[in-house]
């Protein structure tokens, strides 16, 4: 196996998170709990909730229940403003005779079936309507088209109507149901105001005797869709929202995502993946996942996947050329670059995070002295002590969710240094040559370095970069083109130490490293083609100088109308490769020396 697949769980047996004993204390619950019932699963987005509610169903089908569930998400899509709310109470009667018919214990009468279908219409037809000034729904006309009468269900009409009908489901002594209980599933997946609107209709229409209901519920969807009608959530009225959320679920149940059981889950999934973990190292992973993107199971998933993608290059580059990186260094690396990419971007500019230091700091921003009175208000603490951990404190103080999370980055990156001591950068190095592979950062400076940093023992200087242009087939014009362009650039950083290059496997950047973050580069090239020997090469604008090139090399090579040499829309100059061709070898060569010129004059 190579992935994981984001479903929830169906059985007990799959179970690996140890939930089991939460679902059973619900069950027990809710088989001897008085009716009408609402419980609410409340957790975020990932944290298990429709995998507990799948448990729970397993359990009841057991006993003397009937189960209707319903995918909210599945009357949503494709609907227009409140249809969803009609669509989601007739699915749920639709899917409790389903589920009923599947166990045989379908057994109303053909009185009772007429019902069935006469509630189902008024439920199918009230898209788009109010029910009663109170749920949004109106229910005039609600019955089917070929229907004459043209008469309005009011809300104890259609109440009375499906409270009949489980009454005399459970009341038939040919079946064994004894309560029945409808599964609501994926509120958070649907526009939060449908959401409120759904919620309003269960507790107006389908709060009858015999039934509990169970919702898979994130608070802050609730709170969003309430927004209309209480304005935004503030500490003044907290209440009201509280209050709505009250009066429709009596039973709230937190998801417990803090008593996981991640250890056995994360080990059981990489030994799914082909990845085995030494007994030793089970809970340093487990510390990861806490320290970085916490106990979400479904975003764990995704890292997970992540991880072994990363892994699958890493074999099919094994027979180039021997990776050292271990699995844990890399693990945690990506758990890095997923939760906390502002210290992953810090890590590619300098990968042994203990030689971070005050200069460090302030050249990407950090107000030191303004950090250091900060630290001081919190007291000793062994986690910001050095100065090193106390730039990692400052970097986060920026970020509202780096500032909740940077004891856990500091916790994370002590672990790692406890784990590989003297061999801390180069671990690093070696796992950051395949991080940038799963990264979603379009900071281009901090993929390029992520590249240079990985590959810095290769292509340590010019030479070794033409060397391997060589290697890999490129012909002496390309590789003299490469030299040309590159070669200045490379003295004037020997020669000024504001200056830094960036070089990679298939591009290189020149940088004006005493800029901050997003400004340092000037140039960026690619490797030369193969087969028009020229270089693209993007001149930034942080240069200052985009004008004046452009303007200079149009009139002295008549390249104005060129499709070769251009300003992008976001003012850099592009020389495309294709240039070469036009200008012939030995101008395009004379070019290049000017540009280089021009860009460290």
């Given at each position: 196996?190579?992935?994981?697949?984001?479903?929830?769980?169906?059985?007990?047996?799959e179970?690996l998170l140890k939930?089991e004993?939460y679902?059973?204390a619900?069950?027990?619950f809710?088989?001897?709990s008085?009716?009408?019932?609402?419980?609410?699963?409340?957790g975020?987005?990932?944290?298990?909730k429709?995998?507990?509610?799948?448990?729970l169903l397993?359990?009841f089908n057991?006993?003397n229940?009937?189960c209707?569930w319903?995918?909210?998400?599945?009357?949503?899509?494709?609907?227009?403003?409140h249809?969803t709310?009609?669509?989601v109470?007739?699915?749920?009667?639709e899917k409790?005779?389903?589920?009923?018919?599947?166990?045989?214990?379908?057994?109303?009468?053909?009185e009772?079936?007429?019902?069935?279908?006469t509630a189902a219409?008024?439920l199918?037809?009230?898209a788009?309507?109010?029910?009663?000034?109170?749920?949004?729904?109106n229910v005039?006309?609600?019955?089917?088209?070929?229907?004459?009468?043209?008469?309005?269900?009011?809300?104890?009409e259609?109440?009375a109507?499906v409270?009949?009908?489980?009454?005399?489901?459970?009341n038939?002594?040919?079946?064994p149901?004894?309560?029945?209980?409808?599964?609501?599933d994926d509120l958070d997946?649907?526009?939060?105001s449908d959401a409120?609107?759904v919620l309003?209709?269960?507790?107006?229409?389908?709060d009858?005797p015999?039934?509990?209901?169970?919702l898979a519920?994130?608070?802050?969807v609730?709170?969003?869709g309430?927004?209309?009608k209480?304005?935004?959530?503030?500490?003044e009225?907290?209440r009201e929202?509280?209050?709505?959320f009250?009066k429709i679920?009596?039973v709230?149940f937190?998801m417990p995502t803090?008593?996981?059981?991640?250890?056995?889950?994360?080990?059981?999934?990489?030994?799914?993946l082909?990845?085995?973990?030494?007994?030793e190292?089970?809970?340093?992973?487990?510390?990861?996942?806490?320290y970085?993107?916490?106990?979400?199971?479904?975003?764990?998933?995704?890292?997970?996947n992540s991880f072994?993608?990363?892994n699958h290059?890493?074999e099919?580059?094994a027979d180039d050329?021997?990776?050292d990186?271990?699995?844990?260094m890399?693990?945690?690396?990506?758990?890095?670059q997923?939760s906390y990419p502002?210290?992953?971007?810090?890590?590619?500019q300098?990968?042994n995070?203990?030689?971070w230091?005050?200069?460090?700091?302030n050249?990407y921003?950090?107000?030191w002295?303004?950090i250091?009175?900060k630290?001081?208000?919190?007291?000793?603490?062994?986690?910001v002590?050095?100065?090193?951990?106390?730039?990692v404190w400052g970097?986060c103080q920026?970020d509202?969710?780096l500032?909740a999370?940077?004891?856990?980055v500091?916790?994370?990156l002590?672990?790692?240094?406890?784990?590989?001591k003297?061999?801390l950068?180069d671990?690093?190095d070696?796992?950051?040559?395949?991080?940038?592979i799963?990264s979603v950062?379009?900071?281009?400076e901090?993929?390029?370095?992520?590249?240079?940093?990985g590959n810095k023992?290769?292509?340590?200087g010019i030479?070794?970069?033409?060397n391997?242009l060589?290697?890999?087939?490129?012909?002496?014009e390309?590789?003299?083109?490469?030299k040309?362009?590159w070669?200045?650039?490379f003295?004037?950083k020997?020669?000024n130490?504001?200056?830094g290059?960036s070089?990679?496997?298939?591009?290189?950047s020149?940088n004006?490293i005493?800029k901050?973050?997003?400004?340092?580069?000037?140039i960026?090239?690619t490797n030369?083609?193969?087969?028009?020997?020229?270089?693209?090469?993007w001149?930034k604008?942080?240069?200052?100088k985009?004008?004046t090139?452009?303007?200079?090399f149009?009139e002295?090579?008549?390249l104005s109308?060129?499709?070769?040499?251009?300003?992008?829309?976001n003012?850099d100059?592009?020389?495309?490769?294709?240039l070469?061709?036009e200008l012939?070898l030995?101008?395009y060569?004379e070019?290049?020396?000017?540009?280089?010129?021009?860009?460290?004059d």
């Amino acid at each position: 196996m190579s992935s994981i697949t984001d479903k929830p769980i169906l059985l007990k047996s799959e179970d690996l998170l140890k939930v089991e004993k939460y679902s059973l204390a619900l069950s027990n619950f809710i088989v001897k709990s008085d009716t009408p019932i609402t419980i609410g699963l409340q957790g975020e987005w990932g944290t298990g909730k429709t995998s507990l509610m799948s448990l729970l169903l397993e359990d009841f089908n057991s006993k003397n229940i009937a189960c209707s569930w319903v995918n909210t998400w599945e009357y949503s899509m494709f609907r227009g403003a409140h249809e969803t709310t009609p669509g989601v109470l007739r699915g749920m009667l639709e899917k409790l005779k389903i589920s009923c018919e599947e166990r045989g214990v379908w057994t109303l009468k053909d009185e009772s079936k007429a019902k069935f279908k006469t509630a189902a219409r008024f439920l199918g037809g009230l898209a788009n309507q109010i029910v009663a000034n109170q749920t949004g729904i109106n229910v005039k006309d609600a019955l089917d088209d070929k229907e004459t009468q043209a008469n309005t269900a009011e809300i104890a009409e259609i109440k009375a109507l499906v409270t009949s009908l489980i009454s005399e489901l459970i009341n038939d002594t040919s079946n064994p149901i004894q309560k029945v209980i409808f599964f609501v599933d994926d509120l958070d997946r649907i526009l939060p105001s449908d959401a409120v609107e759904v919620l309003e209709a269960l507790k107006n229409i389908f709060d009858i005797p015999n039934c509990v209901f169970i919702l898979a519920i994130d608070y802050d969807v609730v709170v969003k869709g309430l927004e209309s009608k209480f304005g935004p959530k503030t500490e003044e009225n907290e209440r009201e929202f509280r209050s709505f959320f009250d009066k429709i679920i009596q039973v709230p149940f937190s998801m417990p995502t803090g008593t996981y059981d991640i250890e056995y889950f994360l080990v059981e999934k990489l030994k799914d993946l082909g990845i085995s973990v030494q007994d030793e190292e089970k809970e340093l992973f487990a510390k990861v996942v806490k320290y970085s993107i916490g106990y979400n199971p479904r975003s764990l998933k995704r890292y997970l996947n992540s991880f072994s993608l990363i892994n699958h290059l890493r074999e099919i580059e094994a027979d180039d050329e021997k990776n050292d990186a271990s699995d844990f260094m890399l693990f945690a690396i990506l758990g890095i670059q997923i939760s906390y990419p502002k210290i992953f971007r810090l890590l590619t500019q300098k990968s042994n995070f203990l030689d971070w230091d005050k200069g460090f700091g302030n050249k990407y921003g950090i107000e030191w002295e303004q950090i250091q009175e900060k630290i001081q208000k919190f007291g000793e603490s062994e986690l910001v002590d050095e100065e090193w951990e106390q730039v990692v404190w400052g970097a986060c103080q920026s970020d509202s969710y780096l500032k909740a999370r940077a004891f856990s980055v500091l916790e994370l990156l002590n672990l790692i240094r406890d784990k590989f001591k003297d061999n801390l950068e180069d671990e690093l190095d070696a796992a950051l040559t395949f991080a940038s592979i799963t990264s979603v950062d379009d900071d281009i400076e901090t993929k390029q370095a992520v590249q240079k940093v990985g590959n810095k023992t290769i292509y340590d200087g010019i030479s070794s970069k033409l060397n391997q242009l060589k290697e890999y087939g490129f012909s002496d014009e390309a590789i003299e083109n490469y030299k040309i362009l590159w070669e200045p650039l490379f003295n004037a950083k020997a020669e000024n130490s504001k200056y830094g290059i960036s070089l990679a496997k298939t591009g290189a950047s020149f940088n004006d490293i005493t800029k901050g973050r997003g400004s340092q580069q000037l140039i960026y090239a690619t490797n030369p083609s193969k087969k028009l020997f020229g270089i693209r090469i993007w001149v930034k604008s942080n240069t200052g100088k985009v004008q004046t090139l452009f303007s200079t090399f149009s009139e002295k090579y008549n390249l104005s109308e060129s499709k070769n040499l251009y300003i992008a829309k976001n003012g850099d100059m592009l020389c495309e490769s294709a240039l070469c061709g036009e200008l012939g070898l030995q101008q395009y060569q004379e070019f290049l020396r000017e540009l280089t010129q021009m860009i460290i004059d």
